[in-house]
């Protein structure tokens, strides 16, 4: 079957560094997304893996190991905007978007 | 232009009416969404056209019809939906459906069925 999980509520505190990490067992792996959703308003793009390893976009990075099954998005400098949702998808080998559920991110003054 | 556009922004519909959504992109991509998401739940897919042609259809009741006129709109037809079909309607757009291409999601419509 198919299955990510990661989870369902995090809080951090504004500047600081929080890891968020996400497993899966799918069928077939062509890649791994991580997109940001405020609540009400539509999924945006942050990052995408295919190979191990780590990828950075300012003040966020994404980090990948194919054979542990294995994500973590990585967000540094905390800001309060970063309060929102963060989905991790994995495309299967039909090259279909599997979905987590979703970690929600609260972040304090 | 990286943007997906969708109208209306909300909907409230009988049990009776026929709506439409509408969803555009002009980025040239093939591929093209319909997802369906409820509240803190991630978005569910619901149908998938590439190159203008029904690729996917994931079980989706008959009362959500897809249409895709040309390769820059997608709509989706709405008739005899049921209250708990109320959710949020999201069109995405991708370069292609094969190949590792992220997402580009519209607004999204807010549906309410009474």
């Known amino acids: 079957g198919q299955n990510i999980d990661q989870p369902t509520e995090m809080t951090a505190t504004e500047g600081a560094i929080v890891q968020i990490n996400c497993t899966y067992q799918?069928?077939?792996?062509?890649?791994l997304f991580w997109y940001q959703q405020h609540a009400g308003e539509a999924p945006t793009f942050l990052s995408y893996?295919?190979l191990d390893g780590l990828e950075e976009k300012g003040r966020f990075s994404s980090f990948l190991s194919r054979s542990k099954g294995y994500s973590y998005l990585l967000l540094k400098e905390l800001q309060m905007k970063d309060s929102a949702s963060y989905l991790c998808?994995?495309?299967?080998?039909?090259?279909?978007?599997?979905w987590g559920a979703g970690t929600k991110l609260i972040i304090k003054p | 232009d990286t943007e997906v556009t969708q109208t209306p922004k909300h909907l409230v519909m009988g049990m009776t009416n026929k709506k439409s959504l509408k969803c555009e992109q002009h980025?040239?991509?093939?591929?093209m969404y319909w997802y369906k998401q409820k509240a803190k739940k991630p978005p569910e897919l619901m149908f998938v056209?590439?190159?203008?042609?029904?690729?996917i259809n994931e079980s989706v009741p008959s009362r959500f019809s897809p249409e895709c006129p040309n390769s820059s709109l997608l709509n989706l037809h709405l008739h005899a939906l049921q209250p708990e079909d109320s959710a949020l309607y999201l069109c995405?757009?991708?370069?292609?459906?094969?190949?590792?291409?992220?997402?580009?999601f519209g607004p999204g419509t807010r549906l309410t069925v009474t």
């Open positions: 995405a757009s991708s370069q292609a459906l094969e190949g590792i291409y992220e997402q580009y």
């Open positions: 980025m040239g991509h093939r591929a």
């Open positions: 056209y590439s190159y203008e042609k029904l690729s």
């Open positions: 799918t069928s077939g792996f062509n890649g």
């Open positions: 893996n295919v």
């Open positions: 998808a994995v495309t299967d080998s039909n090259y279909q978007l599997i």
